[in-house]
């Protein structure tokens, strides 16, 4: 989920979402923020059922308003009555457009609800794991994620729902190898004859360093598990059985921090435009060593829009976010300032600066990072068993294992394979399979299952295939019927999914008639604008040119050659940049001041100005003709000029509301959960 950082202070849901635009932006009682919003005290677990307000007979009560100012509450100062009164309006206004929404019938469309639905799911999921498994495995994913491993493994595969006798065979197999090591056989040596992990013929199944969240998790955990210098038992995984050797260890590296710049080169440029980046990189890279500023020469040739602007910085990074060769690279620079040769990756070229390298974070700072990685990994799987065993206690989960065993002898493998075999006619004695709660699960239920979600048995054993099934299946059946529960057992649950549902109405509603309406009416828009057009200004500008030259020589070359008017800024350009492809720059056309810092330093008159020096360059400036004050097309600013129409048509739009629905404020309530 995405969640709001800004600090927003006194503005309106409409210019919230006017200028994010993301539904995520609705999540959790972001619909009404005033996000500097002091905190009210109240203490947990108080409920307030009064009504505060009412829209149109709807009940607004005093726990629903003080819970989510206080969710979206960041200054944590005491209240003030101002603040408070300005956030009321502003709430009142969100449940005057509900009402709206939900009148208009939205909420019961197949678009609704398929993103309603959506987005409950997420809101499920903390829900549907093991509060105390999920804590352990935190802490073991943050234990880990302190030391790099390295191990080296021999792998027999196996089917994941190979037959018991096929299973066998392959452990046997990798017993045999076990034995062989522990006498002391050379585990590179036997890698490379027994593995059947392709790579092994190349590597000897050395995986090189890891840490958490890098491997398989049951690979994981054996590997943190064997001492360094030793052989781990024979395991399994989902690809065979493996027995790995640990051959080192290391503190994890931290992240690090670089600027770089970066010119772009795929793989898919020409050969010429390959050589072009080439020859550019390495003639930065002179002048950096001849003492150039690094920071000033991102900001003259920088090909990343991400980063060109703030001196190259990049976020900070660890071992495996990015390309290899890269961080390799930024990993092998010394010292903060210290400054790479130019290397090459699939993105380009990159030189870079080391700006920081800070150790691993600590528990807290790291939590919601691994959180997230547990809940993307097969680690999860352990959250989820722990869960199941809990649910199947509480609901009283009975299986009759000899009724599913009777039901899969019945299915012919060949019909099920090509997709022929139909479940059979219900008798009037359909055995039951499991049943918890007020939930029965009869044979038939599976069999239509699986008749709708054929799929592909593999070459493992099917009898094994069609039980791995029902266990999934059953499971799942199990935790839908617990998700189905959630609103019931948790009050906060069931009013964050409130949340939800009304900011996605409102979203909704809003883009109906604000934001879509004033981007396709352009009647509207233009009788808007017509209406406006003393806001919409130019102020002074220049029609002409800024010429951006590598020292001296060249300005004072660019000077002559301006003078014949065949010399176009394309001819320039592809003249002095021939040998240095950084000696020229131009920027041309009709410029205000912010066009370049030149213009700003120069007096506007026509012709040539002086040479200026700036960035360590000789800049200056051609003037054709003095363009006076004038009025902007609506051509040339539709984005502002929609945003502006986009207000009116919000202030119009919630005047008609307040006229429709009846508001009811109760005064005294109100004060009553005012700060002394």
Not at 229 to 246: A, C, D, E, I, M
Not at 279 to 299: N, P, Q, T, Y
Not at 347 to 364: F, Q, S, T
Request: glycine content about 6%; hydrophobic content about 35%; proline content about 4%.
């Amino acid at each position: 989920m995405i969640m709001m950082s800004h600090t927003l202070q006194s503005i309106t849901l409409r210019s919230i979402l006017c200028q994010h635009r993301l539904r995520a932006l609705l999540f959790a009682g972001l619909m009404v923020i005033l996000a500097s919003s002091p905190v009210l005290s109240q203490k947990p677990g108080q409920d307030d059922a009064r009504v505060l307000f009412t829209v149109d007979q709807a009940d607004v009560t005093v726990d629903e308003f003080l819970s989510v100012f206080n969710k979206n509450n960041y200054s944590k100062k005491a209240a003030t009555r101002e603040e408070l009164e300005e956030y009321l309006g502003l709430y009142v206004k969100f449940k005057l457009k509900v009402r709206e929404a939900y009148a208009r019938g939205m909420d019961t469309t197949a678009k609704f609800r398929r993103e309603f639905d959506n987005y409950r799911d997420q809101l499920a999921q903390p829900y549907l794991r093991d509060k105390d498994t999920g804590e352990e495995l935190l802490r073991e994913a943050f234990e880990r994620s302190q030391i790099e491993r390295r191990a080296s493994h021999i792998m027999i595969r196996i089917e994941e729902n190979a037959s018991p006798a096929d299973s066998l065979v392959a452990y046997n197999k990798a017993v045999e190898i076990h034995k062989q090591l522990i006498s002391g056989a050379d585990f590179e040596s036997l890698a490379r004859e027994k593995s059947e992990d392709p790579s092994a013929k190349e590597n000897g199944g050395d995986l090189g360093y890891f840490s958490a969240f890098r491997m398989i998790y049951p690979f994981e955990n054996m590997a943190y598990n064997t001492r360094i210098g030793g052989v781990s038992p024979v395991f399994r995984t989902q690809f065979g059985y493996h027995v790995l050797k640990v051959t080192d260890e290391r503190p994890a590296r931290g992240e690090i921090r670089v600027a770089h710049l970066m010119l772009l080169s795929r793989t898919a440029d020409s050969d010429s435009l390959k050589e072009s980046a080439r020859r550019r990189i390495f003639e930065i890279d002179r002048r950096i060593k001849a003492g150039e500023s690094f920071d000033s020469l991102v900001k003259q040739y920088s090909e990343d829009p991400s980063s060109s602007g703030s001196k190259g910085l990049l976020p900070y990074f660890g071992t495996g976010r990015m390309v290899p060769e890269f961080e390799n690279t930024a990993y092998a620079l010394k010292a903060n300032g210290d400054i790479s040769e130019p290397i090459q990756t699939a993105y380009g070229w990159h030189i870079m600066k080391r700006v920081d390298l800070k150790a691993i974070p600590n528990l807290e700072e790291s939590k919601a990072d691994l959180e997230a990685k547990i809940a993307r990994d097969s680690r999860a799987n352990r959250n989820k068993s722990t869960l199941l065993a809990k649910l199947k206690k509480e609901y009283s989960w009975k299986e009759n294992d000899a009724a599913l065993t009777q039901f899969i002898n019945t299915i012919s493998e060949n019909s099920y394979r090509d997709k022929s075999w139909e479940p059979p006619v219900p008798g009037p004695n359909d055995p039951v399979l499991c049943h918890f709660a007020d939930t029965v699960i009869r044979q038939l239920d599976f069999a239509q299952y699986l008749n709708e979600n054929k799929g592909a048995p593999g070459s493992g054993d099917f009898g094994m295939y069609l039980r791995n099934t029902y266990r999934e299946w059953a499971d799942e059946r199990l935790l839908a019927y617990e998700n189905a529960q959630l609103e019931r057992k948790y009050p906060e649950f069931r009013s964050l999914v409130k949340e939800y549902r009304e900011g996605i109405l409102l979203f909704d509603l809003t883009d109906e008639l604000v934001w879509s309406k004033a981007v396709n009416d352009t009647t509207g828009l233009k009788a808007f604008f017509e209406g406006r057009r003393e806001r919409y200004r130019y102020g002074d500008r220049i029609e002409g040119a800024v010429y951006v030259c590598r020292d001296d020589s060249v300005a004072l070359a660019v000077r002559k050659a301006i003078k014949s008017k065949k010399n176009t800024s394309a001819v320039l350009l592809k003249t002095f940049n021939a040998a240095d492809p950084l000696s020229l720059r131009i920027i041309e056309g009709k410029l205000e001041k912010q066009a370049h810092e030149a213009l700003s330093l120069v007096e506007w008159k026509k012709g040539l100005s002086a040479d200026l020096v700036y960035n360590g360059q000789k800049v200056f400036v051609r003037i054709n003709r003095l363009i006076p004050p004038g009025y902007k097309e609506l051509s040339e600013i539709r984005g502002l000029v929609t945003s502006d129409y986009q207000q009116q048509l919000e202030t119009e739009w919630v005047k008609s509301l307040e006229n429709k629905y009846k508001i009811d404020i109760r005064r005294d309530v109100f004060q009553s959960i005012l700060p002394r």
